[in-house]
């Protein structure tokens, strides 16, 4: 029997809601333009089959479709192809209950939810440990939190969560789309 490969059906979602403040407090984070171009690229460049910006702001909503159409449908994509063919990836959904619906309306199979914090949590997998993991053949959604991250209440939602990404110091707050990126480098290679 085959071993089910993780790429052929692995899905990103950028939350900014509900993330936390430097505070730990609750709150919805604005959309930053560059985090969908560069998460898009590298999802591109990893093979990602979608990739979910998820906001509950309608305003935050209107403004990712725009860039999108820009760059898919406008002058953008004329402009460069490359661009176009990676922002062709985004689709916009008010929650991350939605995106995995999506999917599920897609693959007829529920999300196994992957979890990323800078944070260590109990549950937390390294990547060898979770390319080790039983996917039963169904899609994969890892979820990246903006602000100052995801929720614990959204990570002890999830069916697992990542280890942290650690550099040599005690510094650990990478932009999200870099983790992104560190992230599908590992996962892939």
């Known amino acids: ?14 939350v900014h809601s509900p993330v ?15 985090d969908l171009h560069d ?13 979910y910006v998820v906001t509950p702001f309608k305003d935050q909503q209107i403004l990712s479709q725009r860039i ?14 490359g661009r176009k063919k990676a922002l062709g990836l985004i689709r916009v959904a008010s929650s991350f209950e939605q995106a995995c619906s999506d999917i ?13 914090s800078a ?6 997998l390294s990547i060898a440990e979770f390319k080790k993991q039983p996917l039963w053949d169904r899609p994969c959604m890892i979820a990246f939190g903006t602000a100052w991250g995801l929720t614990e209440q ?3 939602n999830c ?13 650990n707050h990478l932009s999200v789309r870099s983790a992104v990126s560190i992230y599908l480098d590992r996962i892939c290679n």
């Open 1 to 14: 029997m085959l071993k089910y490969n993780l790429m052929d059906d692995l899905f990103i979602a950028l």
């Open 20 to 34: 936390v403040n430097r505070n730990g407090k609750e709150i919805g984070s604005a959309l930053t333009t560059i």
């Open 39 to 51: 998460i898009a690229r590298a999802s591109m460049t990893f093979g990602v089959r979608g990739f």
């Open 68 to 81: 999108i159409e820009h760059w898919t449908e406008g002058i953008g994509g004329d402009i460069n192809p």
């Open 104 to 116: 599920y309306g897609k693959y007829d199979k529920k999300p196994v939810t992957i979890g990323t």
């Open 119 to 124: 944070k260590e949590y109990k549950k937390s």
């Open 154 to 156: 959204f990570i002890e």
């Open 159 to 171: 069916d697992m969560v990542l280890e942290p990404i650690k550099g040599l110091g005690e510094f």
